[in-house]
T-cell receptor
Framework: DVKVTQSSRYLVKRTGEKVFLECVQD?????MFWYRQDPGLGLRLIYF???????EKGDIPEGYSVSREKKERFSLILESASTNQTSMYLC?????????????????FGPGTRLTVT | KQEVTQIPAALSVPEGENLVLNCSFT??????LQWFRQDPGKGLTSLLL?????REQTSGRLNASLDKSSGRSTLYIAASQPGDSATYLC?????????FGTGTRLKVLA
């Protein structure tokens, strides 16, 4: 069974703090993704990575950065947390059928981190 | 720009009913389509994935179909149970990423 784990289920941070969200997958997947989910807006892609040290911006990268130093781990960083970054953050991973950032196979999701910024 | 729509946004049915959830997308150039289930406050669980060359996939009481030319997919749930209550999301894969619909919130009444 594919397992995607996220470091925290719930997190409360103050405005201006630097926040790290960690995601680990145990199935040797090349692709990893960070999404945020907000009521009425659905899931929106923040960043994704198709290989170690590779990263690509998604639809809403502003205010975020990522790090992928090892294949199994993909970190999302909020450089200076703001209240509008209060959200559910979801990490996902998938195999890559070939070269490039095209996940042909299923995406598997972690349990999510509900972040509240006050 | 790809847009994914799920209608209805919410649905309540009595236990035992067969039901259909709809997903439509505007750009037929997709690699695959995936259906997910999400329980409140939890992550997404993959239900079915249909490659662009396929017409349907089945798993237990679930059957998903794909009609690329018309930009539609349906998720059929047979003999619904209260445990099926959840939000169901579809996602289509374009060039490098998935675009998600906003989901259908299903409630199956005992």
């Amino acid at each position: 069974d594919v397992k995607v784990t996220q470091s925290s289920r719930y997190l409360v941070k103050r405005t201006g703090e630097k926040v790290f969200l960690e995601c680990v997958q145990d199935m040797d997947h090349e692709n990893m993704f960070w999404y945020r989910q907000d009521p009425g807006l659905g899931l929106r892609l923040i960043y994704f990575s198709y290989d170690v040290k590779m990263k690509e911006k998604g639809d809403i990268p502003e205010g975020y950065s990522v790090s992928r130093e090892k294949k199994e781990r993909f970190s999302l960083i909020l450089e200076s947390a703001s209240t509008n970054q209060t959200s559910m953050y979801l990490c996902a991973s998938s195999l890559n059928s070939g070269a490039g950032p095209s996940p042909t196979y299923e995406q598997y999701f972690g349990p999510g981190t509900r972040l509240t910024v006050t | 720009k790809q847009e994914v729509t799920q209608i209805p946004a919410a649905l309540s049915v009595p236990e035992g009913e067969n039901l259909v959830l709809n997903c439509s997308f505007t750009d037929s150039a997709i690699y695959n389509l995936q259906w997910f289930r999400q329980d409140p406050g939890k992550g997404l669980t993959s239900l079915l994935l249909i490659q662009s060359s396929q017409r349907e996939q089945t798993s237990g009481r679930l059957n998903a179909s794909l009609d690329k030319s018309s930009g539609r997919s349906t998720l059929y749930i047979a003999a619904s149970q209260p445990g099926d209550s959840a939000t169901y999301l579809c996602a289509v894969k374009g060039t490098y990423k998935y675009i998600f619909g906003t989901g259908t919130r299903l409630k199956v009444l005992a």
